[in-house]
């Protein structure tokens, strides 16, 4: 995978795979304490020890439509060229946290990719589950909730056309606006 917004789909993947109903993904860029951080939470089904403990291994998956699970692998050794590291924690019937970090400034991290699109894109396919969103650049925040989004909208779905596009230049509207303030 080619930057941090496709890893945060296979990753969120993996929370809709074990039946989240809500999930919060953190972001947060911080060029000044040299960090990138991403951080998904989810009440999915959770894993057994013996299940973390196999986790790192890319011909380990609970998924019975492939023989192979690459994600976590491939991210852990992203983060731990870039610097940085990656921490599951999970209980059975709780649901899963993974956080990875990488240095900021490390020559091999990923990109960040397009975090916008890939939101709105797990929001839109995804309008049976909850979704919160946090992205932090230098210690401001933007942060956006479906319920409170589904309150505003009253009653159109999120799959509308026109809800997307909103969704879509709003999240990279407010992203965007966090770094230019800084930069200023």
């Not at 976590?72 to 870039?82: G, K, N, S």
């Not at 479906?146 to 779905?157: C, F, M, Q």
Request: contains cysteine; aromatic residues 6%; charged residues 20%.
């Amino acid at each position: 995978m080619n930057d941090l917004a496709l890893h945060l789909l296979d990753i969120v993947q993996n929370s809709l795979v074990a039946g989240a109903t809500f999930i919060k993904v953190y972001i947060g860029e911080n060029p000044v304490d040299n960090q990138v951080t991403m951080t998904v939470e989810d009440n999915g089904k959770g894993m057994t020890p013996e299940q973390l403990s196999k986790l790192s291994d890319p011909f380990f998956t609970s998924r019975t439509t492939r023989k192979v699970g690459l994600g976590v692998p491939l991210l852990r050794q992203a983060a731990e060229q870039a610097g940085g590291g990656l921490e599951v924690s999970s209980e059975p019937g709780k649901g899963t946290s993974l956080t990875v970090w990488f240095e900021y400034s490390h020559l091999d991290r990923p990109p960040m990719g397009d975090l916008p699109n890939a939101m709105v894109l797990l929001i839109s396919a995804n309008p049976r589950v909850e979704f919160e969103y946090t992205y932090e650049y230098d210690h401001r925040c933007y942060r956006i909730a479906t319920p409170e989004i589904r309150e505003v909208l009253d009653g159109l779905p999120l799959t509308d056309v026109h809800v997307i596009k909103m969704l879509q230049e709003m999240i990279t509207e407010n992203q965007n606006d966090l770094k230019v303030c800084q930069i200023q």
